[in-house]
Nanobody, 115 residues
């Protein structure tokens, strides 16, 4: 069973940066459109970026201009670079496919931004 794995989260001050990682696989990145998600306490999981197999990555307005995702097909990795972090970015961050069927959700990686 495919297991995605997120890492790189932590505690950072507002205005700071973090680089997260999502371990998928070459096969997944070549064949499935991926999504980058986050879930803040008490809220539903939010889609913040879509990563197509080809073409441009699209970002939600809430992170556009601050977050950039790079994709390394050879290693099967996604690297979200998050800059100018705000307290409202505090959440658990996940990667998964953009559309159903989803893979089993990983544990995510916690990002906490202090004011």
């Amino acid at each position: 069973q495919v297991q995605l794995a997120e890492s790189g989260g932590g505690l950072v001050q507002a205005g700071g940066s973090l680089r997260l990682s999502c371990a998928a696989s070459t096969e997944i990145l070549e064949n499935r459109e991926m999504g980058w998600y986050r879930q803040a306490p008490g809220t539903q999981r939010e889609l913040i970026a879509t990563i197509p197999t080809r073409g441009h990555i699209n970002y939600a307005e809430s992170v556009k201009g601050r977050f950039t995702i790079s994709k390394e097909i050879n290693t099967g990795m996604l690297y979200p670079q998050m800059n100018s972090l705000k307290p409202e970015d505090t959440a658990v961050y996940y990667c998964n496919t953009r559309y159903y069927p989803y893979y089993k959700w990983g544990q995510g990686t916690q990002v906490t931004v202090s004011s």
